[in-house]
């Protein structure tokens, strides 16, 4: 008896996970109730997967060595320049499936969802190849210091040779939350940051193995979560059903995802490759101002997170709704999105300003690091809110098919702006604290632009539903 209860609970829980339907139809409903419910688990998701990355920097920065800290928390620009690109790119697809879904158009969905996985395919055998080919090119030009040198290459090398995984994850997570599923990825993203906490500890604090060890453990948790979504994808008993059998790329709906994706992958990736010019002007300061802004860096992640949830959240509701042709509604819902953004950035800026040497010493507690992270959070912080601004408002824009305009905007604010600021700033002072404000200014110019040209636009006018698929 008892393990035929066993059985059933087993079947109920798998049933839960991977068959029971979880779509959302935003055009109906609450708007902020919505927005609520999809951005919540995105939120705690988020949460611990900076989580599992703060454990990372955490087990190397107090078993390791300082060089590993630094070494580990300074390649983030090399990584987001390629899987950057991939989740702008990915971001297409999102929108294409939410705005079918929103339209009924159910057919459409199923072409979206197998061409966005065999475009996954494709893209992470030759991710993978790029990764690691371009991994010394770019420490050396970052001015990555000699003693950081070998624990940088060895993670970014192990890290590459497993980006399938977390490429996977990423597109099957984005086709769930296209249809308003937020809360299996969050399950799945739970149990990856489980499993690599865990590594984390048993690879570098039993077998000795250091940064390779921590970069094991990633790549090992990012495949398990990488299977999970499949398996829901192939069960699923929805629209987004993912079969073997129909896996090919449909070109008609490459194109749409293209058109939509290739903007946000560009800016995403030329930021970073921007940010590549920034950590190089870091890292001629040396190894404690780097460590410094590794600790700044993880502090400064958990603060965005919720205003990219409701960023996530604006651009599916507004997919779903101009799907459905109904522009009222969707900027309702943006301007809603707005609002509850500001309201949890301002509540999550006050006391990340008051315990921030106690935050930056949790990763390093040396004296020169804790001081350089402060200076850092409490002269930047502060301006955290006017990211709300372009964070919801380009996603909204996108939702509506329109990555274009916040990719001209974002390129012009964080990369041209800010690396003539930091050219500037570096001739005029040798002070650190200077440069580091270049963040600010940038996130200002793009706020100010994206405000003004989202209250001036034409959002159905960029809608990916033909008006004859309809």
């Known amino acids: ?104 158009l159910h057919d459409k969905v199923q072409d979206a969802v197998h061409t966005s996985v065999v475009m996954t395919l494709i893209l992470g055998v030759l991710f993978t190849g790029v990764g690691i080919a371009m991994t010394p090119f770019m420490l050396e030009f970052m001015k990555t210091p000699e003693n950081v040198m070998p624990e940088s290459t060895a993670y970014l090398t192990i890290y590459f040779a497993g980006v399938l995984g977390l490429m996977i994850y990423n597109i099957g997570s984005g086709i769930l939350r296209a249809v308003g599923d937020s809360q299996r990825p969050f399950y799945f993203l739970v149990v990856s940051a489980l499993i690599n906490i865990v590594l984390d500890l048993v690879f570098v604090l039993v077998f000795k193995m250091g940064v390779g060890g921590v970069a094991l453990a990633t790549i090992i948790a990012q495949g398990v979560s990488a299977v999970l979504v499949v398996v829901t994808l192939m069960r699923s008993d929805s629209c987004i059903r993912l079969s073997i059998k129909k896996l090919q790329l449909n070109f008609d709906i490459l194109g749409k995802i293209i058109k939509v994706g290739i903007p946000a992958a560009l800016q995403m990736t030329i930021t970073s490759f921007s940010n590549v010019f920034v950590q190089s002007y870091i890292n001629v300061f040396g190894d404690n101002y780097m460590s410094g802004w590794t600790a700044y860096n993880k502090i400064d ?97 996108r939702g509506a098919g329109n990555s274009r305009t916040p990719m001209i905007i974002m390129l012009a604010s964080f990369v041209a702006f800010r690396q003539v600021y930091l050219f500037a700033v570096s001739r005029l002072t040798d002070a650190f604290i200077p440069l580091a404000m270049g963040y600010p200014a940038g996130w200002l110019l793009c706020s100010a632009l994206t405000f003004v040209y989202y209250k001036r636009a034409k959002l159905g006018k960029t809608r990916i539903v033909d008006e004859g698929e309809e």
């Open 301 to 397: 992640q958990l603060i965005f997170l919720p205003m990219q949830s409701l960023s996530l959240a604006s651009t599916t509701f507004v997919g779903q709704n101009l799907g459905k042709n109904n522009v009222e509604r969707a900027r309702k819902g943006a301007n809603t999105a707005l609002a509850m953004a500001a309201v949890s950035t301002v509540l999550i800026m006050i006391p990340v300003i008051a315990a921030a040497p106690y935050l930056v010493a949790f990763f390093n507690d040396k004296p020169e690091v804790v001081d350089v992270g402060t200076q850092l959070i409490r002269w930047i912080t502060p301006f955290y809110v006017l990211c709300c601004v372009n964070q919801i408002y380009s996603g909204a824009l």
């Open 1 to 104: 008896m008892a393990i035929m209860a066993n059985t059933a609970r087993l079947s109920r829980l798998r049933a839960f996970f991977f068959r029971s339907k979880k779509d959302v139809d935003m055009t109906e409903g609450g708007i902020a109730g919505h927005l609520i419910t999809f951005a919540i688990p995105l939120l705690i998701g988020n949460i611990f997967q900076q989580f599992y990355n703060t454990v990372d920097t955490w087990v190397v920065g107090n078993y390791v060595s300082n060089e590993a800290f630094s070494a580990v928390g300074t390649v983030g620009p090399i990584i987001n320049m390629l899987i950057g690109f991939f989740m702008g790119l990915s971001s297409g697809a999102g929108v294409v499936i939410s705005q079918y879904y929103g339209a009924k």
